[in-house]
T-cell receptor
């Protein structure tokens, strides 16, 4: 257990509503990542963060925004959810102090109806 | 980060060695090879990593070719619990930010 938790674990929402997913870590790591996973696409990077208030886009960032106001929390927001954003979302932290391993959360299953 | 190529799927009989290949022909001198696996719907789990020497831990062995353009993850005695998707990624351990992209990996099916 790398001290990473995602919330909520499951969420069902309607098209057009805002949704925020939370990733919380207790390890004080600098780097955090949000991925989505869909059948046939593997893991695709949405956004990542390299410090408080420092974020950058990944390969599938359209329709998503992120915020990192403190080291332990990395929030992913869907401003206006669409059915194409139905997916499993994984947060990861990178241990840059030793061997650069990634530790993943348990995932959030999001369904947009 | 260098791009990797893996076969989409492989089968292995329980108790036999599973050898999962990965091509990374554009790897740079300072890039490491990392392997992760994802069991069913869980988050991916770190397995092993290496730079140019072969590595072994309690989970697996990693064989990297001398030119570093490919590698093989070896599960010496595969069990049904090793059925998973295995991802190979390469990246530099520079401590800087990087996008850390995953491909679609290899789906390993271990059978009786």
């Amino acid at each position: 257990d790398a001290g990473i938790t995602q919330s909520p674990r499951h969420k069902v929402t309607e098209t057009g509503t805002p949704v925020t997913l939370r990733c919380h870590q207790t390890e004080n790591h600098r780097y955090m990542y949000w991925y989505r996973q869909d059948p046939g696409h593997g893991l695709r990077l949405i956004h990542y963060s390299y410090g408080v208030k420092d974020t950058d886009k990944g390969e599938v960032s359209d329709g998503y925004s992120v915020s990192r106001s403190k080291t332990e929390d990395f929030l992913l927001t869907l401003e206006s959810a669409t059915s194409s954003q139905t997916s499993v979302y994984f947060c990861a932290i990178r241990d840059s102090t030793t061997n650069e391993k990634l530790f993943f959360g348990s995932g959030t299953q999001l369904s947009v109806l | 980060d260098a791009k990797t190529t893996q076969p989409p799927s492989m089968d292995c009989a329980e108790g036999r060695a599973a050898n999962l290949p990965c091509n990374h022909s554009t790897i740079s001198g300072n890039e490491y090879v990392y392997w992760y696996r994802q069991i069913h719907s869980q988050g991916p789990q770190y397995i092993i990593h290496g730079l140019k020497n072969n590595e072994t831990n309690e989970m697996a062995s990693l064989i990297i070719t001398e030119d570093r353009k490919s590698s093989t993850l070896i599960l010496p005695h595969a069990t049904l619990r090793d059925t998973a998707v295995y991802y190979c990624i390469v990246r530099a351990n520079t401590g800087t930010a990087s996008k850390l992209t995953f491909g679609t990996g290899t789906r390993l099916q271990v059978t009786l």
